[in-house]
C-alpha cells in the first residue's frame, strides 16, 4: 500500500503553500511511494533547475535505507567512510539532512516519502509535515520532541 | 519565459482527467520547462514505476532538439544510425513515437512541453493536448492537420 | 503490498526444483516486490555471473512499464525506436523475451514479478510459473490461452 | 570452488534466524561466490530497498581487495585518499564497516562472502558469523580474537 495520487497531490499543493506563507525561498516537493517511485511533483517559480533530483533525492534515500534523514547524519558522523559508500550506491539518491520525511497512515504503516528542496533544511522539513498533516497523515521526521 | 507551476499543474490535473473520461490506462504526465526539467508530474495509482521517466523523456527529446517527435521519427528513419547516437547522448531521454508535445503561448512563443506514457501513444499525446487546452495554451504536436 | 519473504523464498525454491526436475541448464531465480527490489535471489550452481542481473531485469521491465514480456515484445516490434529508448532508460534492466511473470494474489492484487533466466525463455517461464503456483499465487505471462 | 546454492541458502536462512532470534532490526544477506556474483539473497520484510545493495556491496568489497572489512577500515585510516578512490572503482561496492565476512572451508580455503544489512554493523556481522557456522563452514571477520 502507498500513497494515491490524490494524497501526493494533497502533499504537494499543501507543502507548497505553506512556504508561501512562511515567506520561504521557492520549493520543490516531491512524493515518493514506498518503492521510491515519484507520485507527485511541484517546483514552484524560481526553484532551481537540479531541485526536483535533490528533493527526490531526500525522500529516496530514507526510503532505501528505511531510516530517516537525521539517523543517516548519525550514521555519517559514526562513519564518514560508509556514508561515502552509500551515496555512490545510490548514485547520489541518499541526503542525511532535512527535508525528507516519511508518510505514514494513522496505524503506522508506511505508505511513501516526501522530500522538499529550496530553502533551509528545516524549512524544507516544516512544509512537508504541514503537506503530509494536511492530507490527514503521519510526518515521522525522526526529530526529537 | 517558461511554462509556470499553476499553468503545469493545470496541465497535469486535466491530461489525467481526459485519461480517466477516456477509459485510457492509468497515465503519467511530466510537465518540462524550457530548460528541460520538471515543472510538475503526476503518476495515476496503478502506473508502472518506470512511467515517470519515459513521460520525462518524452518532453526532454523534443525540447533538447527544437523538433516534435513525429520529426525524430523522420529522422530516425532517414538516419538510424544518428539516431542511436542522440538517444545515446540522451541517456534514453529521447523518443520518438507521439506523446511529447511542445507547449507554446498564443504568440507562439515556446513555454516547454509536455510528455504522457500510459496508453497508447496517440492517447497519451490526446492527453497532452487536453491538458495543454485547458491551461489556454496552444499544443503542438507534430501532425499533420 | 507485496510478496513476503516467506512467499519469495518458496517461489525460488519450487522454481529451481521445476528446472532441475525438467532437466533445464542451471537456472537463475529472482523475486522482486512491487517497487522492483530483490526480495529473494538464487542461482543454481553453474549458472552463469551475469544471470542475477538478467533475471532481474526480466521482472524490473514488465514491472517497470506494467505490462507483460509479450507486450513488451509486440511494443518493439511496432516500434523499433521507443524499444531502444526503454532499455536506455532502463539501464538495461527491461527485457522483451519471457521469463518474466508477474505474481498476483487471488484478487488478482499485484504482488511483484519473478524473473528466470539459465534456459530457453520458455523453459524460464514455465519454471517461474510452476514457482508461483506453489506459493499459492497466480501467474501473469501475458501468453494466450 | 565456491559456495553452493544449498550453502548459501543454509546461510542465508540461518543468518535471518540469528536476526530475529536476537531481535535485531529486519536484515538483509547476500551470499556471494569468489567471483563477487550473488549465489543467494534474501531481505526480510520491512527491510529498505537499498539493503541488497549494501549487503552486496559488503561483501563484494572484502572480495575484491582479498582483505576484511576492518582492513578496509585501517586502509582508509591511513590514506583517505586511497580509499576514496576504491568506493569509486568498485562504484561504491565497497564497505569498511563490519557485515562483510569471509566463507572459508575447514581447510582454509576461500569460498566467497556473506554481507549483511539492517542494524548495527557488527550485528549483521554477527548474524554472518550464525549463517556461516549453521553451514558448517568457517567465518573470517578481521576481529580480533
Known sequence: MSVTLAQAQTIVRAALEHGTEQGFNPLTVAVLDTGGAVVALGRQ????????????????????????????????????????????????????????????????????????????????????VAGIAAAGLVAETGAED
Open 45 to 128: 517559480d524560481g526553484s532551481g533547475y537540479l531541485r526536483p533530483d535533490l528533493a527526490t533525492a531526500k525522500a529516496w534515500g530514507i526510503l532505501g535505507m528505511g531510516i530517516t534523514n537525521r539517523a543517516l547524519a548519525a550514521r555519517a558522523a559514526d562513519s564518514p567512510e560508509i556514508y561515502t559508500s552509500l551515496v555512490a550506491l545510490a548514485g547520489g539518491k541518499l541526503v542525511s539532512v532535512p527535508g525528507g520525511v516519511f508518510i505514514r497512515d494513522a496505524d503506522g504503516t508506511l505508505l511513501g516519502a516526501v522530500g522538499i528542496s529550496g530553502d533551509a533544511s528545516l524549512n524544507d522539513e516544516a512544509a512537508a
